[in-house]
């Protein structure tokens, strides 16, 4: 359980470095270190992301590093694009969540070693945006993962926000998609959470994220996201390969799950 903890505080530092990425971590953390089921551990992450999200996104509320109005622009479709993923997923199996989840993993380690557009490089109708929200939702609800991966690039990309705000407006919509696939799932009512695991990783996580906005200030962003980058493509793969034989045969777990 100690490197459960170990991975805990990971995710915290790598949502208050990256303002991403912490999501990406959550779901492996819970199946391959705290031994949680798939399924469970997808509705899981949500609640820990979300929490620590939250409270990453205080020190930049204080300082006022965040966009609100991107916050509604991209969050607002977003918990609806959540509410349709989380909705989908009960017709998947576990294992098919997550080799969809370890794709996901392998385009969120593409994007993170590419160059980040230069702000205000090149700008897109609101409608654009709140389409790209609403798409990140629906992905948050069905793999549970907040999107922070893509949520950034596009906030930099679409609207033109430096890195400082990109972050702050990040973890806001972050905690908004949470709290909408989390919601979803529980007025579902298909599996029993373990909310002291929860609680454990959330206060690991939310000290971490502290820790990762104090560090994130002194070290270089580009080195950062290449390490975390390659880090992903080893867990994407593994994920990958150790879940192929279980999303051949999803029909029986789904329909036992789903009564």
Not at 80 to 106: D, E, K
Not at 129 to 137: D, I, P, R, Y
Not at 157 to 181: E, K, R
Not at 223 to 233: D, E, N, S
Request: charged content about 5%; proline content about 6%.
């Amino acid at each position: 359980m100690i490197l459960a903890w170990i991975g805990a505080a990971l995710i915290g530092l790598s949502l208050g470095l990256l303002g991403s990425g912490g999501s990406i971590l959550t779901v492996p953390v819970l199946v391959y270190l705290g031994g949680e089921p798939g399924k469970l551990a997808i509705t899981e992450s949500l609640a820990i992301v979300g929490l620590i999200s939250l409270f990453g996104a205080l020190p930049y509320a204080r300082g006022r590093q965040i966009d609100w109005a991107r916050v509604v622009l991209f969050g607002l479709p977003g918990m609806v694009g959540t509410a349709a993923g989380s909705a989908l997923s009960v017709h998947l199996s576990g294992g098919t969540q997550l080799l969809i989840f370890a794709a996901v993993m392998l385009v969120a380690a593409t994007l993170m070693v590419r160059p980040p557009p230069a702000p205000g490089a090149s700008s897109h109708p609101a409608w654009l945006t709140a389409l790209e929200g609403a798409g990140v939702g629906v992905l948050t609800g069905v793999v549970g993962v907040g999107g922070g991966f893509l949520i950034v690039p596009a906030l930099v990309l679409l609207g033109g926000l430096p890195m400082s705000l990109a972050v702050g407006t990040s973890l806001s919509i972050i905690t908004l998609n949470s709290a909408a696939g989390l919601l979803r799932h529980l007025d579902q009512g298909s599996v029993a959470l373990h909310w002291p695991l929860i609680g454990l990783f959330a206060v690991i996580g939310v000290a971490g994220s502290q820790l990762g906005a104090r560090i994130g200030r002194c070290l270089p962003q580009v080195a950062l996201r290449r390490g975390f980058a390659a880090f992903l493509v080893v867990m994407g793969l593994y994920v990958l390969t150790t879940n192929v034989p279980t999303a051949q045969r999803p029909l029986p777990t789904v329909d036992s799950r789903a009564r």
